[in-house]
């Protein structure tokens, strides 16, 4: 069980670690894209210290139903069975848009909204603990629904895409806060229960969702009605989800003793620099001074730059920001392509909700799978990731280049597998050397730039106010973009592996040690210990 091997952890070996946690962040990680952070905290918190148990520990009936109540919000929540159909909802007679401004006008406003509200988001969640932050998620799905239920005109339709964006935006409260429930040595068990439960919704939703069009043959007006009714049903939902007490930066409690050690330790230092007399305001200016410079958030900052210096970090890092820039360009497009290939009429079904259920599926496979996965990353992290690259980049090319709808579905279903297989690595790669709140952090910063990169690549070449391209031309764009990064990770591949290969010939070894999390507290004074972007020091 999680709680004992964490209890145990002292005397097993590293690998048996890396084990625990590649399984942890493999079964976490085929879901929504916001659910990366929360998983790469989790991860992290396989190779953190605890901080004692809280006090829903106490009451262990409490804390379970809470996490139950939880995971049917993130089951319910995900339910939308018309949301595979969007696309061919506004393109059909009943809203009747044409497939350029979809494509140039409606879908470009998603990419913008979700970067201008991402950053706000991810400060509220941790400040308002979480609720309240999914209580807006909640309207603003409403909000969608009634839109594309009632609106006509391209500027509701564009209204509605501003919502998506504060929705997706809204969706790093729902695995957080898990977290506030239970103590640290179950992190990785309900973390796991949470992610699986928007998966399974996911997936249950799009079925759905195909039944409905293909066997029933409603519309998809009213597809969109039993979306909304769905919605509702999950904002009131997060209406009666309790109120955490903490979170993870702006409400951490110390305990009684952490209290006091904090407490002589200014006391002293202020005595030790001015021992005959101090004067309260100049304590209390020196004592505010003090932590200032000394709070979480401010050294989570400052030791981002060692980030940056640690190679193996800094690989995965860009690989998460350009990677998934060209990932999610593909999801937020692919529904058009197929229009464009497979016209709708009333004689033809759409396989929409089929082809994202199949999807899903097999990126819970892949992702599953790479927690098996036994390779030197140190030294073959650049090769696989140039393959994989190269094959989606392949597969690229054959969606905007065929006229079979068939090789389409199987290539966008393939494309989403690739990805999701490197997921939980660099996950693991970039959660297992950082603690839980610097990663939380990392992970921020990265979905943010990959967000600015992904609006800056939109407004070139999506935008009306930009080249406006159609679709397949996209897709071509799409396919460039990932040749150029697989160019660029096999020339690093070569360079790191024949860096590799003359240390071995030369007898120099390399270190295949995983590096021991970068920790924001006091450190003992035996510890070996490097310096850091902000000139201080953790360990190493």
């Given amino acids: 069980m999680v709680a004992d091997d964490t209890a145990g952890s002292g005397d097993r070996s590293e690998e048996e670690k890396e084990m625990d946690v590649k399984a942890l ?7 929504h894209e916001d659910g990366d952070i ?8 396989g190779l953190s210290p605890s901080e004692g148990p809280p006090e829903e520990t106490k009451e262990p009936r409490k804390w ?7 995971c049917f919000y993130g089951f319910m929540s995900s339910v939308k069975p018309g949301e595979p159909f969007i696309t061919p909802y506004l393109l059909s007679n009943e809203k009747n848009f044409t497939r350029k401004e979809v494509t140039n006008e409606i879908t470009p406003v998603l990419t913008y909204s979700y970067m201008a509200v991402l950053v706000p988001a ?21 909000v969608i629904w009634l839109i594309l239920l009632l609106g006509t005109t391209l500027l509701e339709m564009q209204f509605m895409e501003f919502f998506y964006g504060i929705t997706m935006a809204c969706r790093v409260a729902y695995s957080s806060y898990i977290f506030s429930l239970v103590s640290p040595s179950l992190y990785q068990r309900v973390a796991g229960y949470s992610r699986s439960s928007v998966l399974l919704g996911v997936f249950t939703s799009s079925v759905l969702g195909q039944v409905c069009v293909s066997l029933i043959k409603i519309s998809f007006r009213t597809l969109c009605a039993l979306s909304l009714g769905f919605v509702s049903f999950g904002l009131t939902l997060s209406l009666c989800l309790p109120w955490p007490k903490r979170s993870l930066f702006f409400n951490r409690t110390l305990n009684k003793e952490q209290k006091e050690v904090a407490g002589v330790a200014t006391k002293s230092e202020l005595d030790k620099m001015n021992p005959k007399e101090s004067s309260p305001s100049s304590a209390a200016l020196l004592c505010s001074a003090s932590r200032w410079k000394d709070s979480i958030f401010v050294q989570m900052l400052l030791e981002v730059g060692n980030v940056v210096r640690r190679p193996n970090l800094r690989l995965w890092s860009l690989w998460w920001i350009f990677n998934s820039t060209g990932y999610y360009l593909v999801l937020f497009y692919v529904h058009i392509l197929w229009n464009k290939v497979y016209p709708p009429t009333e004689s033809k079904d759409h396989y929409n909700g089929a082809v994202e259920a199949a999807s899903t599926l097999l990126s819970a496979l892949t992702a599953f799978s790479a927690g098996y996965v036994k390779i030197r990353w140190n030294i073959w992290s650049e090769l696989v990731i140039g393959v994989i690259t190269a ?20 290539a966008y279903v393939l494309f989403r597998g690739f990805y999701q297989f490197l997921v939980p690595i660099a996950t693991f790669q970039i959660a297992s050397s950082l603690t839980k709140e610097l990663c939380a952090l990392v992970f921020g910063i990265n979905t943010f730039l990959g967000t600015i990169l992904k609006s800056v690549i939109n407004l070139i070449f999506s935008d009306k106010r930009g080249l ?10 799409y396919f460039v973009y990932f040749t150029i990064l697989t160019v660029v990770y096999f020339v690093c591949a070569a360079v790191v592996l024949i860096r590799h290969f003359r240390n071995q010939h030369s007898g120099g070894g390399g270190a295949d040690e995983q590096a021991a999390p970068t920790e924001l507290g006091p450190m003992a004074a035996d510890s070996e210990a490097q310096p850091l972007s902000n000139g201080k020091s953790a360990k190493a």
């Fill in 25 to 31: 962040t493999s079964e976490d990680s085929a879901g």
């Fill in 38 to 45: 929360e998983m790469a905290i989790s991860a992290s918190e």
């Fill in 391 to 410: 094959l989606q980049a392949g597969l690229l090319l054959l969606m905007g280049t065929t006229d079979n709808i068939w090789v389409c579905y199987v």
């Fill in 64 to 70: 379970k139903w809470a996490v139950i109540f939880l």
């Fill in 468 to 477: 406006a391209l159609d679709v397949h031309s996209q897709f071509l764009v």
């Fill in 122 to 142: 991810f400060l509220l969640t941790d400040l308002l603990r979480y609720k309240p932050v999914l209580v807006i998620q909640g309207v603003s799905q409403v």
